[in-house]
């Protein structure tokens, strides 16, 4: 059976003198595997079209076991972003994480449209020269929405402890084990928690709220950005602990 499947193209790995494993992951089905047999061949037609960080329709034809691949239409190649190394470093660090986050062949059109959504942003930073600060910022955000979408939205409107409002201004914490912000005085009670600023706050909430698209305009100073680094850091290793 022949399935098609709307893909990006996330990497691939060497497995014979002329055989290779692709990962993708699908709007159909989620993360998936499949083989491209004869690929590693000088002729090989297939190759050119398998690129990763490609958005391909890829034919996939499934019997017992991984897939063989059958056909290729490439969609976006995503080349300003290629060719840009500030847009691949962060692709590559946004990636590092997705890899762990999202193991299973499961469907989830919205995180196929999330990671689409990302690489098109990119890439069209990429072809404006913006800054690096621009890149950061859209990969972060990516990061926080895609821990949303897995069911690890920080709560930031109040404290997660005493359920006070959270006041801009304040000494405010993140702590990643109960999923939001703590107040100053509830802070002094846990160990657990990384200091946090206001402004970082404000900017986790913009992400929850908006597309990927807007983040672009945003000005983060790098002080944030380093601020927003460290609470994904703790974020991730929380959920994925
Ligand atoms: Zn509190």
């Given amino acids: 059976m022949e399935l098609k499947y709307t893909s990006i193209i996330l990497s691939k790995y060497d497995i014979s003198e002329t055989d290779r494993i692709y990962d993708f992951y699908t709007k159909e089905d989620g993360r998936i595997r ?5 690929v590693r061949k000088a002729k090989a037609k297939l190759a050119g079209n398998l690129e990763s960080l490609t958005l391909a329709d890829v034919f996939i034809s499934k019997n017992r076991g ?6 290729v239409i490439p969609l976006d190649g ?6 840009d190394l500030v847009a691949i470093d962060n692709i590559f660090f946004a990636l590092s994480y997705f890899d762990k986050l999202i193991t299973g062949e499961e469907k989830d ?22 800054s690096e600060q621009k890149a950061e910022t859209i990969t972060l955000g990516f990061l926080f929405n895609l821990a949303g979408m897995l069911g690890y939205k ?3 409107e109040y ?3 005493c359920e006070q409002k959270i006041c801009s201004g304040n000494n405010n914490f993140f702590s990643a084990k109960r999923g939001g912000v703590l107040c ?20 986790i909430r913009i992400f929850s709220k908006n597309k990927i698209g ?3 305009k945003l000005r983060v100073p790098k002080k944030d950005i380093a601020g927003l680094k460290l609470i994904w850091r703790e974020l991730f290793n929380w959920i994925h602990d």
């Fill in 78 to 83: 995503f080349i300003s972003a290629k060719t």
């Fill in 159 to 161: 404290c997660v402890n």
């Fill in 184 to 203: 100053a005085s509830c802070a002094k009670l846990k160990t657990e928690n990384i200091q946090n600023s206001d402004s970082c706050i404000k900017l």
């Fill in 154 to 156: 920080i709560i930031t």
């Fill in 34 to 38: 499949a083989i491209g047999r004869g």
């Fill in 109 to 130: 059109e919205k995180i196929f449209l999330l990671l689409l959504e990302y690489f098109r942003v990119i890439n069209e930073l990429s072809q404006e020269k913006k």
């Fill in 214 to 216: 807007s983040f672009s």
């Fill in 66 to 71: 991984m897939g063989n691949i059958t056909g």
